[in-house]
């Protein structure tokens, strides 16, 4: 096949997979923290197996956590994801919790400061991306794959049938011609359900209601299908599966359609560039599409601890618009991280609002309006 000929997979997870139970209680913990002291500066990080839950990591801030409050927030969390089961052995009454919070390094903080002339929270790259594929401006394969673990939690939480458990993946196959998407090929979906349940109704339910529902005007007949294709999936989550915070980093952003430098978001409040910067990016990216520049613009920005000023900002249309027009347009914002957090408002606890079915996307969230 040509480079505009081609097929693309992107991968989805619900809410109750045990990464994204990490990633949920990270961004819970930061935004409580944010609620009581918007300048603090956090990075935390969660572990969740079995039925233990362990949060590590550092908080600058006049009014730190305590360990109940902590646990507060873990047991919140898990109830809010749907893991309730007093059987089970991770359950949001069941769990526990161990908190290993630390002050976060008085070097890294004097380097960084406050303020719109504050340093990056660290070095790195960050990449943002936008496109005409969809009308939120984000490509095809992960935009299906996030409706269907959408739908299948949507369905779950309002109870429409019995037998679906928090812990889901999903995964959409897209075959484009001349560089467009022209049909969806191969659809997965691998979902937690109650013990003993019939694997026929499941298949019914996913192909004849999920499916249609949840991928729209894309939806055909043709589509290949696998539904639980190991068979029984009863045992799903924690108990399942380690969590850990920052592992679905490609779900979290673009479905491996664009470039990602690496770093992860959950738990990490806007003084690290690693999720200020990457949503900044993405919004300017977005400016470029919106305003006819190019049908798809990818934004690398790069930065040295401490340092405000990004050492590079490049723009790639992908043949599809001036690179050095788009490169000159996206020069006119002010990448610093103090900037980029005035801009965007990123000092109110609005993160746990970003955790699941991606942190692009969402016309509630600033860098997408």
């Not at 504050?118 to 070095?123: C, E, F, M, N, V």
């Not at 939480?157 to 090929?185: C, I, N, S």
């Not at 491996?256 to 690693?274: C, E, N």
């Not at 599409?289 to 930065?303: D, F, K, M, N, P």
Request: a negative charge; proline letters at 5%.
């Amino acid at each position: 096949m040509s480079r505009r000929d081609f097929i693309f997979t992107s991968e989805s997870v619900s809410e109750g997979h045990p990464d994204k139970v990490a990633d949920g209680i990270s961004d819970a913990l930061l935004d409580a923290i944010l609620v009581r002291d918007p300048k603090a500066h956090v990075a935390i990080e969660t572990l969740c197996k079995d039925d233990l839950v362990v949060v590590a990591g550092e908080v600058a801030s006049h009014t730190p956590p305590s360990d109940a409050e902590v646990e507060q927030v873990v047991r919140d969390t898990i109830r809010r994801i749907g893991y309730t089961d007093p059987a089970a052995s991770f359950s949001a009454d069941r769990v526990r919790v161990i908190a290993k919070i630390g002050r976060q390094s008085s070097a890294i903080a004097r380097g960084i400061g406050y303020g719109r002339d504050q340093g990056a929270g660290d070095q790195g790259m960050m990449f943002g991306f936008a496109c005409r594929e969809t009308a939120e401006l984000m490509p095809l394969p992960i935009a299906l794959a996030h409706a269907l673990t959408r739908e299948l939690a949507s369905a779950r939480h309002r109870q429409e049938v019995d037998w679906l458990r928090p812990d889901a993946k999903a995964q959409v196959t897209v075959h484009y011609a001349d560089g467009r998407p022209q049909a969806v090929t191969d659809v997965v979906v691998s979902t937690q359900h109650r013990h003993g349940q019939d694997q026929t109704e499941i298949q019914r339910w996913v192909s004849h209601v999920l499916l249609p529902r949840a991928l729209g005007s894309w939806h055909h007949t043709g589509i290949r299908t696998f539904i639980n294709p190991t068979g029984v999936f009863d045992t799903g989550g924690p108990e399942g599966d380690c969590g850990v915070t920052g592992r679905k980093i490609i779900v979290d952003t673009y479905g491996g359609y664009a470039r990602h430098g690496g770093g992860a978001f959950s738990g990490k409040d806007a003084s690290k560039v690693d999720r200020s910067a990457a949503y900044f990016a993405r919004h300017v990216a977005r400016q470029i599409v919106l305003r006819g520049l190019a049908t798809t613009a990818e934004i690398q920005v790069a930065y040295a601890i401490g340092v405000a000023r990004p050492v590079s900002i490049t723009v790639d249309t992908r043949g599809t618009g001036d690179d050095d027009l788009a490169a000159s347009y996206a020069a006119q914002f002010d990448f610093r991280p103090g900037a980029i957090i005035e801009q965007l408002g990123l000092l109110r606890p609005l993160y746990s609002g970003t955790t699941n079915y991606g942190h692009f996307g969402k016309p509630s969230l600033p860098w997408e309006t």
